[in-house]
């Protein structure tokens, strides 16, 4: 029996709020929906994995869901919950980018099989390209009222934020594409329904207003909660930057991490957000979990899970292989029998440093490499004492003195060293190759 898909958005936490009359909708018929994203990045990060799990639930309710390219709003920046105009991009940018995209949300959807409720992948530059300026004040604008873009939160907070600055009449006008395009795919696709952020109910509502007063039509809203983080930190960033979905940006094994060390609490509001496990074996993880919380079993399902849903089976193995080595109990002789193709794909997500194989031919000081050559450590006193306390190592063995002799029998495969400072900081020292 397909399932239903607002019964399912709401035990997972999903719903943040809802046009009156949407479940009747989608109870009555097999209905179209859409939820755009601007092509901003080559790569989608996982932020946007919410949304794309909205949809992916919709098609598995039997409903048909649309991705919208902002080909063209893109080139404008929507203004909902930035502080900042936007940078404008350029149509080349954004077709890159767009490859990019589709080729990961490929990956979540049903695109290609012979359902009727296939997933459609549209770009609104496609209509707004050649729509002149002056038809669309004329066809669309005259529907709309200053008064109702102004009272927007998103237009207000802006204005509200740096009035002297203000904000620019092409944002401004933002939503009125976006409310143009539901309308476009109202005619063209009979859609329904826009699903979205909690911080695109502004620019979905403007659309409904739009259909309803241009046409006479009735669409719905649905959109999802912010994802939040109990330590109060933004969602889907480390120190090092966005968690995107493409691997030349955040390696299977950082993103695995990623999910990986998220809180208790977090844990158990993701994984029903982002992966597709039923109720009851969520419900049967969360009370493992809670048995023996240290264990962490339940990031360790929820890590698995969308890790292998965005890469793949392969990565997952690896990015588990990967941790065990960097911070389970692998030992020296365990690295030492490792192929040269498996070291190199266990240390793609770890920071690396190029070294010289002359400087380690006689051997040097294990303080001067670290501290003088590649900067691992602030100062000497700091690595002095990390090693007094056990906590640097070698390829996987304490480091005795912190001016031990380090030469070419440390190499692994001839070319890698495999550097720890503390528990959680790996380097990858490796021999430039002449
Ligand atoms: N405004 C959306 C993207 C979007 C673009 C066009 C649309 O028709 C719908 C949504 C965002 O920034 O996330």
Known sequence: MPINFIE??????????????TEEQLEKEMTVAYMGIDP??????????????????????????????????????????????????????LRKNQNGIRIQLAKLLDFDSNISNIAILVNNYDWIRDY????????IGKYITVNYMMSKDSVRKRLAADAKVGMSFTEFSYQ??????????????????????????????????????????????LTCPLITKTDGSKFG????????????????????????????????????IFTVLSKKEIENLISKHKLAPHLRSLQRSLAKEVTIMVHSQEDYEMAVKT?????????????KQLDKDTLENIFVGIPQFEIFKESLSLGIKAVDLLVDNIHIFSSRGEMRKLVQNGGVSINKEKLPIFDH??????????????????????????????
């Not at 002149?132 to 066809?139: E, H, M």
Request: aromatic share 12%; charged share 20%; glycine share 10%.
């Open 405 to 434: 002799l380090i030469d070419c029998s440390y190499l692994l495969r001839g070319r890698y060293i495999l550097v720890q400072k503390g528990k959680k900081n790996c380097f990858l020292l490796k021999v430039k190759s002449s």
């Open 237 to 272: 960033k480390t120190e090092a930057g966005n968690i995107w979905l493409d691997k030349r940006y955040t390696s299977p094994y950082k993103f695995y991490q990623f999910w990986l060390n998220v809180s208790d609490i977090d844990a158990e509001k993701y994984i029903r």
């Open 8 to 21: 399912e958005l709401r035990w997972r936490g999903m719903i943040h709020n809802i046009t009156p009359g």
């Open 132 to 139: 002149s300026f002056l038809n669309f004040i004329r066809d």
């Open 176 to 221: 009125l594409f976006q409310g143009y395009d539901y309308l476009f795919l109202y005619e063209n696709y009979n859609c329904r329904l826009q699903m979205g952020g909690a911080d695109q109910w502004g620019n979905i509502t403007t659309g409904i207003e739009l259909i309803r007063k241009k046409v006479g039509g009735k669409v719905f809203a």
């Open 40 to 93: 901003t990045a080559d790569s989608l990060h996982v932020g946007h994995l919410v949304g794309v799990m909205m949809l992916k639930h919709f098609q598995q309710a039997g409903h048909c869901p649309i991705v919208l390219i902002g080909g063209a709003t893109g080139m404008i920046g929507d203004p909902s919950m930035k502080s900042q105009e936007r940078n404008l991009l350029n149509e080349e940018t």
């Open 323 to 335: 941790s065990t080595i960097l911070f389970g109990n692998a030992t020296s002789s365990f690295l």
